[in-house]
């Protein structure tokens, strides 16, 4: 059931290191949490749990074009060094309570695919990014 706390999505900002692909975007999905250690001891009539390291995985969808400052050259300086900070919110800059800024560190790019596309259709690229650790702010 909706409610007016809905969201629509009309004015994200994701950053790749210090690339803005705001205007390259067209998809972003982030998805935090933790692992889940299993802490069952004897005498426990269930499974118990407990926090463990951070998880996180981030896919991007951009419109695909070559050059400098391009999705392509961003990508491929990222691709593989496990190194790359994402910067994520959901309308605009202005961090607040209702519009948290997520920043991942140290996420990993495996592999994408630089040429994607067909004929009469844009060439999009989706970028996978795992691991890191994340945080977030809402400090205006």
């Known amino acids: 059931m909706a409610t007016t706390a809905t969201t629509y999505l009309s004015n994200p900002t994701v950053m790749i290191g210090a690339v ?22 004897f005498g426990d009539s269930g499974h118990l749990y407990v926090k463990g390291l951070q998880s996180v995985s981030v896919e991007l969808t951009l419109f695909n074009f070559y050059g400098a400052g391009s999705a392509e050259a961003t990508l491929f300086a990222a691709a593989g060094t496990g190194t790359t900070t994402l910067v994520i919110s959901p309308a605009g800059a202005s961090e607040s309570a209702t519009n948290p800024e997520y920043t991942i560190t140290n996420a990993m790019m495996a592999m994408f695919t630089p040429i994607n596309g067909a004929v009469g259709e ?8 795992t691991g890191g650790t994340f945080a977030r702010d809402i400090t205006p």
């Open 20 to 41: 803005d692909v705001t205007a390259m975007c067209s998809s972003a999905t982030l998805t935090v949490g933790f692992d889940s250690l299993e802490s069952t001891s």
């Open 122 to 129: 844009l060439s999009t690229v989706t970028a996978s990014f």
